[in-house]
């Protein structure tokens, strides 16, 4: 079967405040310079939004700039940020910290990122923005001189066995003369990209981390709206990287999360379980007793700074938002700096197509790096750039030079700090101790199948599994074997477990990945990189309402 073909101007993978602006901005530009651009995003969530999860504390800068009257068009910016707290925690005691100058909020909104970017859709779409969610881009397509030529969605319909059931659809391919890539950490398309093109040779690698969140309804007595509270320490020891948010939003809401960075030494611990301890501090459990939860999520983020940016543009695409990694782990924000991205990269194609060029070649908008750097973005980062990597040497030392880094050198030291890869820096179980993580209570500390209940994930039964294995015998004789097979660790949603067959008692894997969330942990700390993770149908997935 043929496969249906779509051709647009620009075609937009993801549909998160980078892809979103991106759309925006270059319909704006057509509209003020009476030019026509035809512009598409597709979304692998079921609805724009649904796969959206961040903190979120929004700072404005990058919207006032898009859409200057936001206010007035509705936009759900509705708790401006109010007192900043920074913790540091024991097991027993908070104490009080200074709030570092990045972590001011002073102007920044507490929102829900995902009904922001509902909200950014409305507008793309009143512009002429041809929006397309449940489409999963599985393919990235090439014209003969190795160009990129756009995207192509998976097939529906195909059974476990690979065999096409009696609900088989083609998938459609997207043909476009500039593809922006705006999947958000650790896309799959991206991370082929990457690979192709070399995109990483001259960069540091990627440093992640995995982001777990919360949604409760609490006591309207002990909602405080704007507050903000972060902290570090306790329950993770001073070899990990990582911390807590609590954010009070609008009807006696809390986001609550916490966050482990991916380089973690030991295989033992479980960022789940980590962050359910947390809650359970004296200075935490009181927030949420007598409250409900109402949601549950996990995505990973792009750590990795300023020298974790790869080249951004390749012969018919371009690279945006947290795909690119324009997190600014100091302010722990990335939407900001995604939407500008989105709008120089709109920029910088608007100008590219609508000049004269040879249509039968690709076109590399190479002056998209070039703007990039020229921007408020690019100094933002450059700032920040040794915040992160400080800490690969301890929470300690990174707490020490982060101090002097800001107060002292005000981010111009003139040296840059370099990263190595996660699953590099996991250390092997024998050299390890077993974290006793205690039981979940059920009413503050949970576990895994209880949380993925509530992120509503669902993905269609009788697919092949999108989390595939290279070499499927490494999962027993290098992860089991020398790691005590940490993914039915790190994995968020109990998607990995080692079973143990009858009389035999051979052990082997199982994935249930009908349980995934999609938050690519797998795909980046697995240790001999044997876990890839791939799209599955259009539309499965969690499916937040307000995350």
Request: glycine share 10%; charged share 20%.
């Amino acid at each position: 079967m043929e496969r249906e073909v779509m051709e647009f101007d620009v075609v937009v993978v993801g549909a998160g405040p980078a892809g979103l602006a991106t759309a925006i901005r270059l319909r704006q530009l057509c509209q003020d310079q009476g030019q026509e651009l035809t512009v598409c995003v597709i979304e692998k969530g079921s609805e724009v939004g649904a796969h959206i999860m961040s903190g979120a504390v929004l700072e404005p800068r990058a919207l006032n700039e898009l859409i200057p009257d936001w206010k007035d068009k509705g936009a759900p910016l509705l708790t401006p940020a109010g007192e900043d707290r920074f913790l540091f925690l024991t097991q027993v005691k908070a104490y009080q910290l200074p709030t570092p100058p990045s972590m001011h909020n002073k102007g920044n909104y507490i929102v829900s990122l995902g009904n922001v970017t509902r909200w950014l859709a409305g507008q793309a779409e009143a512009m002429g923005v041809e929006i397309y969610p449940g489409f999963a881009a599985s393919e990235v397509l090439y014209k003969e001189d190795g160009s990129v030529a756009g995207v192509a969605t998976g097939d529906m319909g195909i059974g476990k066995d690979g065999s096409q059931t009696a609900n088989f659809t083609r998938g459609v391919e997207l043909r476009a003369k500039q593809t922006v890539f705006a999947e958000g950490s650790r896309g799959s398309l991206t991370r082929h990209l990457c690979d192709h093109f070399g995109l990483r040779k001259d960069s540091d690698p990627q440093t992640y981390g995995i982001g777990l969140k919360e949604l409760w309804e609490i006591d309207p007595a002990k909602h405080r709206p704007g507050q903000i509270m972060h902290s570090i320490g306790w329950p993770l020891e001073s070899n990990t990287y990582g911390g807590s948010f609590l954010y009070h939003l609008e009807n006696n809401q809390v986001a609550v999360g916490f966050v482990v960075g991916l380089d973690y030494p030991n295989p033992y611990l479980s960022p789940f379980e980590e962050f359910q301890r947390f809650k359970t501090h004296p200075a935490i459990r009181p927030t949420f007793e007598g409250g409900r939860r109402i949601a549950y999520g996990a995505r990973a983020l792009s750590e990795g700074g300023l020298q974790s940016i790869p080249r951004l543009s390749i012969p018919g695409a371009l690279l945006v938002g947290d795909a690119a990694g324009f997190l600014n782990v100091a302010k722990i924000k990335g939407s900001h700096t995604a939407m500008k991205s989105g709008m120089v990269a709109a920029e910088t194609i608007f100008d590219a197509l609508t000049r004269p060029y040879d249509e039968s070649h690709g076109l590399e908008v190479v002056a998209y790096a070039g703007r990039l750097r020229q921007s408020w973005l690019w100094e933002e980062l450059k700032q920040v750039r040794n915040i992160r990597p400080s800490f690969h040497y301890g929470m300690w030392a990174g707490l020490a030079y982060s101090a002097i880094d800001t107060y002292i050198l005000g981010g111009n030291a003139p040296w840059t700090l370099r990263h190595k890869p996660d699953h590099t820096q996991l250390g092997k179980a024998k050299d390890w101790p077993k974290i006793d993580y205690p039981k979940p209570d059920g009413k503050i500390s949970f576990d895994r199948l209880s949380s993925v209940f509530i992120s509503n994930t669902n993905h269609e039964e009788n697919q092949p599994a999108h989390l595939k294995l290279t070499h499927p015998d490494l999962a027993i004789s290098v992860n089991l074997s020398l790691y005590d097979s940490p993914e039915t660790r790190y994995c968020p949603a109990g998607v990995y477990e080692i079973l143990r067959d009858g009389e035999s008692g051979r052990p082997r894997l199982v994935i249930n990945a009908q349980n995934c969330l999609h938050c690519k942990t797998c795909d980046i700390k697995d240790p001999t990189q044997n876990i890839v993770w791939t799209v599955p149908e259009g539309g499965g997935g969690p499916n937040y309402p307000n995350m």
